[in-house]
């Protein structure tokens, strides 16, 4: 009978291609000496690859080793990296960096990655979301990354340059997108952006869209495109400046969805054709199992006034108050004194 040990280290390699989590990896490699070396350091510490997007010699190394590349299992984009799991190397000139070549590096990196599972793209500088459509580097990840179940973009400011391709992804679990200076281009295209999430992406876990000081005065309605959809095992849910709906879209939405823990609403969800807030009318027991809320002080009261909803899984709540919810501030106070004793408040 063959023993692991006595495998070509090949073959114990491809078997740690099966293995995602950098951990399960590690203790894999503990298992004996003869294995240790052929998994370590390249799958126990490379599960995780956080890099700056100007950091051209980590890209050249993955494009130029698809060996090394296919180890990786999450990689960050972020212009502020996790310095835990970063790749250090030195950038030529951090000043003034040759974006177009960096970004051409990491495309080719990319094509590399085929057991990439997640991918966030966190980037403060403009410039780096342009380049990065105009070289091609979301057409890579779909094409290229068919594992991909997690996906994360935070820019600075709103571009549409990953729409097209984004939305022809499948089997997402979590879909987090923000921006921090408002809507510089078209409206996000929330039909598409819908229609892949109810048709392709069964198992969605986690969702959230904003987008801070939005230029268009009255956002697109996502009543009939993402809120028609239905995820059993949705847990999360944030929408902020981006979107709108009306009260009876987001009462219909929370109600198939019991399972949500963490909550977060701002005033247009549920408002009127103007994009005014306006009371939601709840049945009771909604969302037995909310975990945390962030919404404003009416939402708030129309969603916990049932006493289902104000059991004791609920632990924190974030108030977001607005001028055009002065006059529920004072029901929101009177509701917490009653009914929110033990859940920490904030806002």
Known sequence: MAFLTDLPSEIVDAIADWIDSGHDALAF??????????????????????????????WATLARDATLARNIRILEVDTFPDLHHTFICRIADPQNPNRAESIRLLVLALR???????????????????????????????????????????EVARTTGWER??????????FEYSA????????M??????????????????????????????????GESILTGHWSHLTSFHMQDVVRCTPEAIVSFLSAHPGLRELHLDGLMGSDELG????????????PGLVTMASTP????????????????????????????????????TFAKSHLQDVTIKG
């Open 29 to 58: 490699a503990l298992t004996a000496k003869a294995i240790c070396p052929v998994l370590s350091p390249r799958h126990t510490q490379l599960r995780k690859w956080s890099c700056s997007p100007d950091a051209d010699c980590a």
């Open 189 to 222: 295209d929330c039909t598409r952006l819908g229609k892949m999430l109810r048709e392709r992406c069964p198992n969605l876990q986690k969702l959230r869209i904003r987008v801070d000081d939005p230029s268009d005065p009255l956002p697109p309605d996502i």
């Open 112 to 154: 590399n990655m085929h057991n990439l599972i997640a991918f966030r793209f966190d980037v403060m500088h403009r410039e780096v979301s342009e380049v990065a459509y105009e070289q091609g580097m979301w057409e890579a990840l779909v094409a290229s990354c068919p594992n991909v179940t997690e996906l994360y973009i935070r």
């Open 298 to 333: 009416g939402h708030i009261v129309d969603i916990l006034s049932s006493r289902a909803a104000t059991s004791t899984h609920l632990k924190e709540i974030w108030v977001l108050y607005s001028e055009t919810q002065e006059s529920r501030c004072e029901e929101f106070r």
């Open 276 to 287: 005014c807030e306006v009371p939601l009318s709840c049945p009771s027991g909604l969302l």
């Open 165 to 174: 391709a984004v939305y022809t992804m499948s089997n997402l679990t979590v």
């Open 180 to 187: 921090f200076e408002g809507m510089y281009e078209a409206s």
